[in-house]
């Protein structure tokens, strides 16, 4: 599968954005989709997860709260709503999939998009 996201730019603290996961091929309901970050100089991160139906979630305990990850099945996309966005905040995010039914470690994901820039300013 292959993984498209966008949505990223700069948005002033407090502010939100909403990042888009477009996913080519017919079998984007059988992954597990999932939400990273890498800050400048930093390892990449865990922000949330998505089960295959929508039904399970979860969250990096930086996020919760304030993120909301989902996804449209018929529309092939995950989501990630991003509110109260923090200076701490800013950084590539990419999205991913695994097959596996639960996964929030970067090893389990097989597929991963580009990456979008996400910069919150002070």
């Known amino acids: 599968v292959q993984l498209q996201a966008s949505g990223g730019g700069l948005v002033q603290t407090g502010g939100s954005l909403r990042l888009s996961c477009a996913a080519s091929?017919?079998?984007?309901?059988?992954?597990?989709m999932g939400w990273f970050r890498q800050a400048p100089g930093k390892e990449r991160e865990f922000v949330a997860s998505?089960?295959?139906?929508?039904?399970?979630?979860n969250y990096a305990d930086s996020v919760k709260g304030r993120f909301t990850i989902s996804r449209d099945n018929a529309k092939n996309t995950a989501y990630l709503q991003m509110n109260s966005l923090k200076p701490e905040d800013t950084a590539v995010y990419y999205c991913?999939?695994?097959?596996?039914?639960?996964?929030?470690?970067?090893?389990?994901?097989?597929?991963w998009g580009q990456g979008t820039l996400v910069t919150v300013s002070s």
């Open positions: 991913a999939a695994s097959s596996r039914g639960w996964a929030v470690v970067a090893d389990w994901y097989d597929y």
């Open positions: 091929g017919r079998t984007f309901s059988s992954y597990t």
């Open positions: 998505i089960n295959r139906g929508g039904g399970s979630t």
